[in-house]
Structure formats: C-alpha cells, structure tokens
C-alpha cells in the first residue's frame, strides 16, 4: 500500500515537473534572439522564403498554440523532427524544405537513442571511478575525525574541487594519450574511448563523496549505539561494516542520485573536450544550430531521467532505512 501511495505521488510530481521545464524550455527558445529558419535555409536565402517556410512549420504562430500541438505530440510519444538533422545522417545546408525533404528529416527520439547510451556508459564508469577513489578516503576520514586522516580528505577534497574539468581534461589528454599513448582521447570507437573522460569526472565528482561519506561516518560513529555494540563485544570492523557504513549509505545514496542525475545532463564541457558523442555534444550541436525540436526532447528526456533515478533513490534508501518517510 505505502509503495502504491508513493509511487502514484511522485509520479504525479514527475509528470508536472517535466511538464514545467518542458514549458519554460519552449518558451525559452521563442523569445531569445535569432531565428532558427534562417540557419536551416542558408544565409542568401530570401526573405520571402524564411517567412513562407516559418509559416509552413508554424513557427509564426502564437506560442500557446505551438507549445499545445507539441504537448499533443508528446502525448503520442512524438518528440518531433530535427529542425537541421536528416535521417540518412547527410550534412544539411540551404536545403530544400518541401514536404518531401521535412518528411525524410531525423526524428529526435532516433536522435538520443542514438547518443544516450555512450552518455549513460559515461556517467555510470565515472560514478565507479569516483566510488573507488573517494569511499577509502571518506571511510578513513569519518573514523579518525579531526586527525590527519579527516586533514588529508580535507585537503585533496579543496584539491579536486578547484581543478577547472576543462583544464583537467586537457592535460590529460596530453599527458595519457599524447605522451604516453595509454589511452585514446577523441571521439569514440569503443569502450576505451570512455576511460579518460570518466577520470575527469570522477574528479569532479570525488570530493562530494568524500565529505558525505567523512561526515556521515564520523556522525554515526559519535551515536550511542555504537557505544551497545561495543559492550555487546562485536568487533570494531564488524561495527564499520554491519552499523557504521549501512547507516553512512542513505545521505551517500542521495547525493549519488544527485550527481548521476547531473551527469547524465550536464557533461556538456566533457563531451564537447572529447568530441565524446553523447547527450552532451548533441545538445551544444543542437543549441549552436538552433535546432528546437531536439533541445526540448534532450530537456525532456534528462528532465524525466531525473525524475526516475531520484523516485529509485528514495525507494533504495527507504528499504534500508525504515523510518524514513517520503
């Protein structure tokens, strides 16, 4: 019953949430300066033909009525057509836009399936990177607090932290694939491609963990029932390992719903440094030319993903944590 209840609320939540960045995003994209049919029909274009095919798509009329056609569409599981994208993947230019041409254009849920999973493969290996790097470090800090462990997290979290991503996975680059060829660094043909990316993020990612985990340790060794567990003449690994880091998990557990629901939308600066062709890329390729359609299915579709992880969070940190109430 509590799992029918719960899920039928933030489900509801979900659906006005993504309805709300849906909204601003259209809107958003309507009033800034530019007009996107003048990229898609080429700079000698005349203005006759910019109005006739702006007329054509509807993009001169109000923006209630084309932001309801687009929800219909959404409705039906329809995220439109790339604006400048064709389906056969050819470069587009001062092309024809008959109805023939639009027809053959790409869809945008074709779009980011095609990009959503080297994004996802992305955050799940940085998530892992930075699990590895940052849990020893934060275990270690939270079970000697205010001692050179505690300093030393301290310290490289403040580290990690001010390191640039850009600057970061430039020297990288330079120094894991151009010096010493270890690993590749542009583009992507197959697994290896992901490696370098993921350690910037980990990077970025790390000090968080390491301050949850240091704080959060460090909080529930300080409790009382620590102090039982002791008397009860349990070791101390088995009071880390059976009380400590369990109780550690849950702010642990939200704070990595959190970063993994960032990185699957905000890698922009990784992929871009990379030429990784993810989410990502595609969203500044799609800014850069305007494309509408697809940068409000990419806000949707990382909007909705959003959404999901943080209902499986709450639900994972629930069942090890009882009295939590959501």
Known sequence: MFLARFLARRL???????????????????VVPGDPVRLMAGG???????????????????????????????????????????????????????????????????????????????????????????????????LNPGRLPDKFALYLSSFFVGLPNFWLGIVLALLLSVKLKLLPAIG??????????????????????IRTLSVSVAGVMSQNFIDIASVRGLTRNQIIFRHALKNSSVPLLNLL????????????????????????????????QRDFPLIQGIAIVTAAAFVLINIAVD???????PRLDY
Request: charged share 15%.
């Open 188 to 209: 992507y043909n197959g697994f290896s491609y992901t490696i370098l990316p993921a350690l910037v993020l980990a990077v970025e990612i790390a000090p968080f963990i």
């Open 44 to 142: 000698m274009a005349p203005e006759a033909l910019i109005e006739q095919i702006a007329e054509d798509m509807g993009l001169r009329d109000p923006i209630y009525q084309q932001f309801a056609r687009y929800v219909g569409g959404i409705a039906k599981g329809d995220l439109g057509q790339s604006f400048v994208r064709p389906a056969n993947g050819a470069a587009v230019g001062g092309a024809s836009f008959d109805d023939s041409t639009r027809g053959e254009r790409a869809k945008v849920w074709d779009l980011i399936a095609q990009t959503a999973p080297k994004t996802l493969m992305l955050a799940v290996l940085a998530m892992v990177f930075a699990l590895v790097i940052a849990t020893p470090i934060g275990v270690w800090a939270g």
């Open 257 to 288: 719903g959190v970063q993994f629901s960032m990185l699957l939308g905000g890698v922009l600066v990784i992929e871009f440094i990379f030429d990784y062709p993810g989410l990502g890329l595609l969203t500044i390729n799609a800014v850069m």
């Open 12 to 30: 509801l939540q979900g659906v006005l949430i993504i309805f709300l960045v849906s909204a601003l995003i259209f809107s958003l994209l309507r």
């Open 315 to 321: 639900l994972c940190a629930t069942a090890i944590d």
